[in-house]
DNA sequence: GAGTGGTCTAGACCACGGG
DNA sequence: CCGTGGTCTAGACCACTCG
């Protein structure tokens, strides 16, 4: 039997081997369907993956085509600190700095759409790996959006994981950079002298509404993001 | 009609409003068929999504779960240097620095999965955005999977569109760490005394082959990656 | 208009793995 | 063992969109 992961191989075969290159049309499903020996809806369903992946480009009429690449994909998974720092034997703890309620500045503001004198729930926290600073935690909640927060107080629980035990499944956008860390930031987290940070920026959304927003910094030494590529097909 | 693309909304609305929670078994794909007045394959097919976005777990009669989510996932886009500068209005060139052939430093020779003695191709070169510096680029080629690059002089066009017009499908692993750069770096990038660079490594792969391992850093500020959310199912 | 992909059905067999 | 998901078929209708 040729399953739909075979057929789908094979035209990744002739993507990757160059045979079919960039650009070039390759045959419509009938035609694919007819050389593989099985019906149309299984060559369809191994043409989904290679589109997923951003291999092929299918228009209707018009054919499939192998897609000129211009940019290349990158999968990160961004752990839950607690998770990370347990997962390298290391002791875990969260420290609650300060929390208050505010109106935040214009471009947090902006990226909750807060109205302008409305305030919002300001907490700023530290991650422990073994005592040692591994994460400062300065973020925004959204009290429309999430009330319940005003009655939590985050001594044990950091915002993030409470966020994530309350609302497992939003929607999020990061911005990942590198950046010089201001006064307090260099103490909090015992940076070298010339120790940039790491910086993850997270907005994120429940439904249309906005949740919160969390800058998370990282020491630049020992701090990396690595990825897994999207062209690697489920088997 | 019922497309599962409608099931899916419905199943999708179900987890995130919490009406399914976390760890929650929910009912099987006959009851849903049922309840939505289609056929099994099509709920199966709606499913796929969840499970590809990492919403839900499926085992064979074990059944399906809501997934206990403990990482946020984030897609990255890197776009090519020159797309990306050309996007932004700027004119584009790229300036080769340095060629030369030599046996590679260990790290760089163990992702190449060279031997000890063996040499690689060394190019390192900046790419301009309107005549400022954008992004260095430090990259070695494995000369055993692209031997062509041998004779290639990277004058006018850098090894990354090099290889990319070459080898287009090649899966690749990626790394972002916020760095704090060398002498030459700095001057080279151009860099204000305490600035970062933001540093993407990157080692690719032509089936088993490694074909080169590249470290592209920017300068810290006015740099930054942005995601999308792997939640954001097809319309 | 007509070619090509997108999707659904009804039914079937299979494979995995929990109980 | 047997429930559950995984997949395939044969056929059909539909929806885009290119020419």
Redesign the pocket.
């Known amino acids: 039997?040729r399953?739909?992961?075979d057929i789908r191989a094979i035209l990744l075969e002739r993507i990757t081997s160059g045979a079919w290159p960039p650009g070039e049309r390759i045959p419509?499903?009938?035609d694919l369907a007819r050389e593989f020996?099985?019906?149309?809806?299984?060559v369809?369903?191994a043409?989904r993956g290679l589109v997923e992946a951003g291999l092929v480009e299918?228009?209707?009429?018009?054919?499939?085509r192998v897609v000129r690449r211009d940019a290349r994909e990158a999968v990160v998974a961004i752990p839950v600190v607690r998770a990370e720092i347990e997962r390298r034997g290391s002791r875990y703890r969260f420290l609650c700095l300060r929390r208050r309620l505010a109106a935040p500045p214009a471009p947090i503001r902006a990226a909750l759409g807060l109205d302008p004198r409305r305030r919002a729930l300001h907490v700023l926290g530290l991650h422990l790996a073994d005592e040692r600073p591994w994460q400062l935690e300065d973020r925004w909640i959204n009290l429309q959006t999430v009330p319940a927060a005003r009655h939590e107080r985050f001594d044990d629980v950091s915002p993030n994981e409470w966020l994530l035990a309350r609302i497992p499944y939003s929607r999020a956008e990061h911005a990942f950079s590198a950046g010089t860390p201001g006064e307090e930031e260099r103490e909090l987290l015992a940076l070298a002298p010339d120790e940039p940070v790491f910086v993850i920026e997270r907005t994120t959304w429940l439904g249309a509404d906005a949740v919160t927003r969390a800058r998370l910094s990282h020491p630049g030494h020992a701090f990396r993001l690595t990825s897994r590529d999207p062209l690697a097909l489920p088997a």
């Not at 020996?37 to 299984?42: A, D, I, L, M, Q």
């Open positions: 039997m399953s739909y992961k419509d499903e009938v020996g099985c019906t149309r809806p299984t369809s369903r043409m299918r228009r209707r009429k018009a054919g499939t």
